[in-house]
């Protein structure tokens, strides 16, 4: 399904940019891409894309955050030697690159995923 959307994209494209219609084809191409952009489905996706940027964009600060909070914490424990708090942190530090990691693959997973899923009910929404 999305290798015929990016396909009808790529032959519109072609078509735009190697006819010789001129003006007048392309103001009509570009009037019915707008009439498109503008339906229901379609602008509730976007909104649902929106939403899920907007999360996604959050969620990467709070990661970055708790690590931080936890390489200070393990750097600034008492009762160790500077030796030990130093290991502590760089093992905390290591922790942390790899929840912030899974983090980010997590949300870009379902970022992918809620764009699949706005494709193809823009799709549907074309075809009727």
Known sequence: MRGKVG???GLAAGYVLGTRAGRERYEQIKAQAEKVWE???VQKQVGKVTELGKSAVMALPNALWDSAVKV???ATKS???PGQRLDDAIASGKDSVDEVAEGAQATAGEVRK????AIDDIQKAADS
Do not use: E
């Not at 809620?114 to 899923?117: R, S, T, V, Y």
């Open 7 to 9: 396909l009808i994209v």
């Open 72 to 74: 200070t914490k393990a």
């Open 114 to 117: 809620a764009a699949h899923g």
């Open 79 to 81: 009762g160790s030697t």
């Open 39 to 41: 339906l229901d489905p």
